[in-house]
């Protein structure tokens, strides 16, 4: 097939463009040019796509049989997409999760879940699904939505719980112990970029697979606990977990801790069922160990591990309740 990726630099579509030649398709990746190199027998074609008329005639012209889109953000970018890529046998928007938000009625969440977006980024890609969906019903337009969660890589990083921060890995290193929310028990899942991808492409010419909505996530999930202590698992150190109520955290700062109150104070538990049983292919094979080895690697190489020495924030709340705990 003649694919398109529009993105195909970022953290998950480098590895769907690696796949896909894999699986012999043809792939052209659409960028404004910024964000790294594609492999080889990649064919690029650089602008931005909120020049929306010069946009749409540029795919109309190059005729794709497929396209895969990871940088639509909004209703307005859908819309466009919509345009755009009329005739192409199958269009795959990279949604999110985030678009349930954190009020479950169930567990495991399933893809017919009530969507209650609490944050702007959920409540765009709701926006934008919802007009795809609308286009599928309403003129056929061969949509295809998938979710995915937490899904990590080298150009990622591995994240933590508690914030946007890569300190906590030298902290594990250093013996420094770490903070998390409450009793960390939270219930999340990690999928690799390389797994991620295998979903991405595997839907690709399946017409059952049009008009559907899928959760890309593995089949298992773990604690917030659990994950740290496979990081210092990797990294040969065990430290203390310091337990803090997530609303504590957020009276402290709370822009330093909102993807906690987001999300990762949370318990996310989203069914792959359907994927699974649509995509065969998508088997996850990268396991957790595996891929934060791998990861914490690349970060390491690139010089992406701040010095927790020169990071005071962590330690100030850390020692006010590790003082409270001995005061008991």
Known sequence: MKVIVLGGTGNISESIVTRLLELGHEVTCYNR????????????????????DTFIQTMQREKFDAAIDMISFTEEDALTSIEAFRGVSQFVQCSTVCTYGIDYDWFPV??????????GYGRDKAAADHALL??????????????????YGPRSGMLRQVAWDFSWIDRIRKGKPILIS???????????VSDAAKGFAGVLGKPGCIGQVYHLVPQAFITWEDYHRTAMKVLNREVELVGVPL?????????????????FGNNTYYSSAKLRRDVPEFVPTVSLEEGMRQV?????????????????????????????RKER
């Open 134 to 151: 609308a286009a599928y019903h309403k003129e056929g337009f061969p949509v295809t939505i998938i979710k995915p969660s937490t899904t």
């Open 110 to 119: 399933t893809e017919d879940h009530p969507l209650r977006p609490i944050s």
């Open 182 to 192: 409450g009793d960390g028990k939270a219930l999340h899942s990690f999928l690799h």
């Open 247 to 263: 609303q504590t955290l957020l009276a402290i700062d709370p822009q330093r801790f909102d993807i906690c109150r987001e999300i």
């Open 33 to 52: 040019g910024k964000s790294g190199e594609v492999p080889a027998g990649v064919n690029v074609i650089v602008g931005d796509r909120h020049d929306k």
């Open 296 to 324: 914490i690697e690349a970060m390491e190489q690139s010089g992406r591990i701040p010095d927790s020495d020169q990071e005071t924030w962590e330690d100030a709340i850390i020692d006010r309740y590790i003082g409270m």
